[in-house]
């Protein structure tokens, strides 16, 4: 068993599209960036979470299942679940950002 989460911030365009986002970096070194910022979270190395692709946009994380990060009937824990989306999430959103983390510039 394994969650793959893939979040892509403009959901809109065509599944069928080569890149979904369509977006643009606005740091050539966003991949660089934001795989530094995730090595950094603790809580993704304790749970074995691994960042599988970024593209512009775009973030994906998969995580091993381990009995630990069960409920009490074998499933993953919503919380788990709650956790790798919302690094998912906010990594998709962080490629898009300046090397100093805002989109506004």
Request: with cysteine.
């Amino acid at each position: 068993m394994l969650i793959d989460v893939n979040v892509n911030v403009n959901y809109s365009l065509p599944k069928w599209s080569p890149h979904l986002s369509g977006f643009e970096p606005r740091d050539p070194a966003y991949a660089d960036r934001v795989r530094a910022s995730f090595d950094r979270q603790k809580i993704m190395t304790l749970i074995g979470a691994q960042l599988v692709r970024l593209a512009p946009g775009e973030c994906e994380i998969q995580l091993p299942f381990k009995p630990e990060l069960s409920q009490q009937h074998g499933y993953y824990h919503g919380g788990i679940i709650g956790t790798i989306a919302d690094s998912a999430g906010g990594y998709a959103a962080f490629t898009l950002m300046t090397m100093h983390g805002r989109s506004d510039q």
